[in-house]
């Protein structure tokens, strides 16, 4: 058959969000992972769809190494970006990193597609999808096609059809 189209895809969001977790899901069974630490700079993992062929930038949300971000910015062909629904008090932080991200040189202008999840939903006060949509002002972005997803990664719920999106949008 036809190979598939290789695609890299950045994973960002703050230390502890759930990227290395649901990234895990993503990876063929006999290459997952029991045990998830957080990750120190970025992991490169690579996991294939029905008809595209995965290379995740795993990066490490730690402060520390957000400045590793934009240095792979360049070379990838869509983003997903990971909030704890349950962090109602570093929301603001989210969004930060999120708007320095949506206005750099790098991103600003280019039609590439941003995956968000809302993860976590099965903590006790998780914000919905739609308020941490609202709280990040998600209806502010213009210039690509965006989507949110409620995802529990321990799970696995949600991410499928958070990826299944993400092929349908990526060119
Ligand atoms: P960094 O690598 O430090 O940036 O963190 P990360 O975003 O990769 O988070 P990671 O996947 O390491 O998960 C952090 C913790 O959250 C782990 O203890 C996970 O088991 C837990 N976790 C991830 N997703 C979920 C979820 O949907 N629900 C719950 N309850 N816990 C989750
Ligand atoms: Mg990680």
Redesign the pocket.
Known sequence: GLRKKEVNVLCL?L???????IINHLKPTNTQTQD?V??IGFNIEKFKSSSLSFTVFDM???SRYRNLWEHYYKESHAIIF?IDSGDQLRMVVAKEELDNLLSHQDIRSRRMPVLFFA??M??RGALSSVKVSQLLCLENIKDKPWHICA????KGEGIQEGVDWLQDHIK
Do not use: F, R
Not at 151 to 154: G, K, L, Q, T
């Open positions: 969001g230390d502890n969000s759930g990227k290395t977790t998830i957080p990750t490490s949300g730690q990971v993860n976590k099965d903590l995802s529990d990664a321990v």
